[in-house]
């Protein structure tokens, strides 16, 4: 079994409000040493396959065909054997 | 002229929808699970705003890959009428059967508010009833409005004529070119964002959301000659 970890954020050409509120607010703690914020999503899945390779390209499938929106998102995953 | 309206978990609009149409056209809706696989019976597919799936994910992804959404696309494909509404324009750029996405409001705020838009073609099946350029108030309620597309995507929208409706005056949510709807390249799949259903009696507030309805079956009638 492996698990994947899958990791979503906005493609660097898209504005991410949310981040820039983020910003605002370490700012207001005192935090100006942060500079560009940004907001991703973390996806953890189970995949009960035994095979590496199998396990590679369902991963791969999932991210293109829901978990990421290649239009505004960029997606990279990393597989661990459990 | 069948009309349905498909629900999915957290639709909340499709009463709203329903009532439109009754209101408007005096004619009945059928109300369709994200579950069902048959839509061969209808002329007419409405989808509801709300928050489908409770929005997890991306708004409209998850409602996307149900199996009706299949149907709708077939639907589409055979030249049938699909309207989206606020999460119906969502589930149906997730879907691909409109190009572009959805990002959270420039300003990071759910807006609720009755806005200006301008009709900007007025010779879809859905605008038939509008005249060019004209003003109409809409109401819109979305925290994830802002339309984005790439530049190339932009120029083919508006080389063929596929953005219906922009927001005027003020952008409520920083939409590349001020999109609030789009046709598809065939004309037949609209997507917007503010709510023509909730704009159908005075005390609502305005009026104009109804021509969207009367556009519709006027453009049935036109074509099948018949009521």
Request: hydrophobic share 40%.
């Amino acid at each position: 079994m492996f698990k994947a970890i899958v990791y979503v954020t906005l493609r660097e050409s898209v504005i991410d409000p949310a981040g820039s509120a983020v910003k605002t607010s370490l700012h207001s703690l005192g935090h100006d040493e942060v500079g560009d914020v940004r907001i991703g999503k973390y996806i953890e899945l189970e995949i009960n396959l035994k095979d590496r390779q199998a396990a590679e390209e369902r991963a791969q499938e999932m991210c293109q065909k829901l978990l990421a929106n290649p239009a505004i998102e960029d997606y990279r995953y990393e597989l661990q054997e459990v | 002229m069948n009309v349905a309206v498909i629900v999915f978990p957290g639709s909340n609009g499709s009463l709203e929808m329903d009532k439109a149409v009754q209101d408007c056209l005096e004619h009945k809706v059928d109300y369709v699970r994200h579950t069902e696989t048959d839509l061969s019976n209808y002329d007419v597919i409405l989808l509801p705003g709300g928050a489908t799936f409770g929005d997890y994910l991306r708004p409209g992804a998850m409602a996307s890959v149900t199996p009706i959404m299949a149907e709708v696309k077939q639907a589409a494909a055979e030249g049938k009428l699909v309207l989206g509404v606020s999460n119906g324009f969502q589930v149906l750029t997730e879907a691909g059967l409109l190009p572009g996405a959805f990002l959270q409001n420039e300003k990071p705020k759910f807006r609720t508010e009755s806005i200006t838009v301008k009709v900007d073609n007025n010779e879809t099946p859905f605008t038939l009833d509008f005249v060019k350029e004209e003003s109409i108030q809409l109401p819109i309620a979305h925290g994830f409005g802002n339309y984005y597309c790439e530049e190339e995507t932009l120029r083919r929208l508006e080389q063929n004529q596929q953005i219906v409706f922009r927001y005027e005056g003020q952008n409520p949510n920083g939409s590349v070119a001020a999109i609030a709807g789009i046709v598809n390249e065939a004309g037949n799949v609209l997507g917007m964002m503010p709510h023509p259903e909730r704009a159908t009696q005075d005390w609502l507030g305005s009026v104009d959301g109804r021509r969207v309805f009367t556009s519709i079956l006027k453009y049935w009638r036109d074509k099948n000659g018949a009521a």
